[in-house]
């Protein structure tokens, strides 16, 4: 049952994935005050109106269309809110926001405006346990300050998913920090923002590293579909027959997702008239088990009015972009980001003895998009490298190798 004084929530970082996810709380937030049954089910009361921050002012758009409010500063969301989500490109955005609400709660303190409830800092980034270690430490000395010792917690909650699964709540959560704050955070975002959670306990740098491992899997993914899509183009197969593998054999998640993404744009029409299935890349809603919470019951028609368009691809597809290779036309995580995540990974591996060679072949390949400007791409367009290492055009209209640039059939 919520209790009975309201908290302020507060979602700082718009980007690809965080957008989606503030667009499903701020619907959650919503629908909180026009529902008992939906009031009763979160952990605590809410106010109705989500409060956004973001370096670039015009992404709050679509929450602002929803109800949500932009704060002008960092200092204003750690000023009015109690429960504050970041969701960051970084450790260097991370860092340098997390350090501006310390500090903003640090002024409190010593002004006499110290928080008087519980106050909840849940990061949703990617980053290193260095920086980890050193905002868990600084939180702590924050929290020790504390008159009448009313806590402020620390959480590292990461997610697992792409854009398109935030925007149908189908993003599986990892939920690490203290007892009582994980359990209230798992309440507000299941099953309104994710269908599932792994719940790694009050280590943070525990849940940190749960995210890695399950980085590595979706990143070796990308690798092995790359070095298998490059194998069946060389070979003759084509990239088509490879999607209609991975629909027949692999028909859910990632293999299918970046599988979709890497069918070069001259096969597309072998590949829709393949005979695999048409299971989508990630769950469209919630489990079966969980469509009849009274959150999400509600929220999905509101939420699939807000987006109708892929936040993931920029802008509908029109003729010329459907010419384009699907790590162009869709980008959902670009290949700076990934190779970021790849190499935080291979650290990780490092410091506990373990060798990763297929990850080190995938930063090989990532660092060669970068060098060559294509770091905005999709990190699928890891096949480019590995196509370019066997002599074939990387990418739609690539004249590298040009007079190798003909379909599957032809060769």
Not at 76 to 88: G, H, R, S
Not at 290 to 309: C, F, G, I, W, Y
Request: hydrophobic share 40%.
């Amino acid at each position: 049952m919520a209790s009975s004084t309201p908290h302020r929530v507060a979602w700082i970082g718009l980007g690809n994935l965080g957008l989606p996810i503030a667009q499903n709380l701020q619907t959650v937030l919503t629908q909180a005050t026009t529902s008992a049954e939906v009031a009763a089910s979160l952990p605590f009361a809410v106010e109705p109106t989500l409060t956004v921050y973001n370096r670039t002012t015009g992404k709050a758009a679509p929450i602002q269309a929803l109800g949500g409010q932009l704060a002008p500063s960092i200092a204003e969301v750690a000023e009015t809110c109690q429960i504050i989500f970041t969701c960051l490109a970084n450790d260097q955005a991370v860092g340098t926001v997390f350090r501006e609400l310390i500090s903003t709660l640090r002024a409190r303190q010593e002004a006499g405006r110290a928080p008087t409830s519980p106050v909840y800092l849940v990061d949703v980034s990617t980053v290193s346990e260095a920086l980890v270690t050193e905002l868990n430490e600084s939180i702590q000395l924050l929290t020790a300050a504390q008159p009448s010792s009313v806590p402020i917690y620390y959480l590292r909650c990461p997610v697992f998913g792409p854009p398109a699964a935030a925007q149908s709540a189908a993003l599986v959560w990892v939920l690490s920090g203290p007892d009582a704050a994980r359990a209230a955070i798992k309440g507000l975002v299941l099953p309104g923002l994710g269908r599932a959670s792994i719940d790694m306990g009050t280590n943070i740098i525990k849940g940190s590293n749960m995210k890695l491992l399950g980085n590595y899997f979706i990143t070796a993914t990308i690798e092995s579909l790359s070095e298998a899509g490059t194998l069946a183009e060389a070979a003759g197969l084509g990239t088509a027959k490879a999607l209609e593998f991975i629909e027949l054999m692999f028909p859910f998640g990632s293999y299918l997702g970046y599988c979709r993404k890497q069918v070069r744009p001259d096969e597309r029409h072998l590949a829709t008239s393949a005979g695999g299935t048409s299971a989508p890349a990630f769950p469209t809603s919630a489990p079966t088990a969980t469509t009849t919470h009274p959150v999400n019951s509600l929220r999905l028609d509101s939420v699939a009015a807000q987006t109708a368009t892929p936040v993931s691809t920029p802008g509908t597809e029109t003729t010329a972009a459907s010419s384009q290779d699907g790590f162009i036309t869709d980008v959902g995580f670009t290949v700076d980001n990934g190779l970021k995540d790849v190499n935080l990974i291979l650290d990780l591996a490092r410091r506990n003895n373990v060798q990763l060679p297929t990850l080190d072949a995938l930063r090989k390949n990532l660092t060669t998009l970068q060098a060559s400007g294509l770091n905005h791409w999709d990190w699928s367009a890891a096949i480019v490298a590995t196509r370019w290492a066997a002599q074939l055009p990387g990418y739609h209209n690539d004249t590298t190798f040009a007079s190798k640039d003909r379909p599957a059939e032809e060769r």
